[in-house]
Structure formats: structure tokens, C-alpha cells
């Protein structure tokens, strides 16, 4: 199993870029948290909203993966988080490129970004927003995971639940 570090914030721009601005000092498997992204952002460089403390809001790092492995990375997280919300009683989808939706609504995001030529990535950061406890979004079509169980839900378990999920299955 893999070595796994986690970097927690209250407050920082993205955790995506926290990662690709400190990738060469940190190792495979380092996981960052925040309560509250001031950046945060999707496919196409658009904005993440997101209440402060409300959600999980993370990415992790990969170092020298091969290229060929990208499908199967995407894959991977997505069965991680459809464990994680099927524990929580929730029927989710894919749509592509990058979300997952629950009764036609947006509840989660991935972001993956690499860097890296010939056959190897130097690094892949994988970021995910998961609507937990928000119950306002203003202009977006989506819900969270306490607007379909009408029930708070703890951030920091489903995390842990999402990790473990995430490391129990690595390719």
C-alpha cells in the first residue's frame, strides 16, 4: 500500500495549485485539504463555488506515472467516489468529462492535471470537489450529499472513507 501524507488548510487559493507549485519536494500519495478554496476551479478553468467548510475540497499527487495509465486513472477515482456516495445511500452517474451528478444535478467534480512528456507524467494531480453540506447554489444546477439525505453529514469521514476507498483499490 501506498505511503500517504496529508497537508490540511483552513483557507488557500486551490489545492491543485498548492501541489503543482510543491511537487518536487512532496511524494507520491500526499493529499491536501481545505475548508475553503479561494481559487478553486473546474475543467476549463472554471470557478469551483464552494462554502467554507462545507465540503470536501482536496487533491493528491502522483509522481512518474506512465502515460498509458491515464484511462485507468480516471477510472479508479471515479469508483472510489461512486463507493463512497453508494455508502451513503446515493445513486450517482458520470457525465462526461469530469462530473458526477446525482438525479440530474452536479455533486462532484474531478480535475486532473499532468505534466510531463516522452512516456512517463512527472507528476498528476487529481482534484475533487464534493458538495457535502452546501445547500445553496446560486446560478448552478447542483445539490450535495445533505440536500439528498437531508441529513449533516461529517467531512472530515466521508474524506477518510473517499482515501480508503481510493487506496483499497490502487491499480
Given at each position: ?114 505534466k510531463g512528456s516522452g512516456q512517463k507524467f512527472e507528476y498528476v494531480i487529481v482534484g475533487i ?32 472513507k473517499f482515501m480508503a476507498n481510493l487506496l483499497e483499490s490502487y491499480f
Open positions: 500500500m501506498a505511503k500517504v501524507k496529508l497537508i490540511e488548510f483552513k483557507k488557500i487559493p486551490s489545492t491543485n495549485d498548492y501541489l503543482k507549485a510543491n511537487y518536487e519536494k512532496l511524494t507520491s500519495f500526499t493529499f491536501v485539504r481545505t475548508d475553503y478554496q479561494t481559487q478553486g476551479r473546474g475543467q476549463f478553468d472554471r470557478k469551483w463555488a464552494s462554502s467554507n467548510g462545507r465540503n470536501l475540497l482536496m487533491s493528491f499527487l502522483m509522481k512518474d506515472i506512465p502515460i498509458n495509465q491515464m484511462n485507468n486513472i480516471k477510472e479508479w477515482v471515479k469508483s472510489a467516489i461512486f463507493a463512497t456516495l453508494g455508502s451513503l445511500g446515493l445513486d450517482v452517474y458520470f457525465k462526461e468529462p469530469n462530473d458526477v451528478f446525482c438525479h440530474d444535478k452536479k455533486l462532484c467534480g474531478i480535475l486532473i492535471e499532468t470537489g464534493l458538495n457535502v453540506n452546501q445547500f445553496l447554489f446560486h446560478k448552478f444546477k447542483a445539490t450535495s450529499v445533505f440536500l439528498e439525505t437531508k441529513k449533516i453529514h461529517n467531512v472530515r469521514k466521508i474524506m477518510s
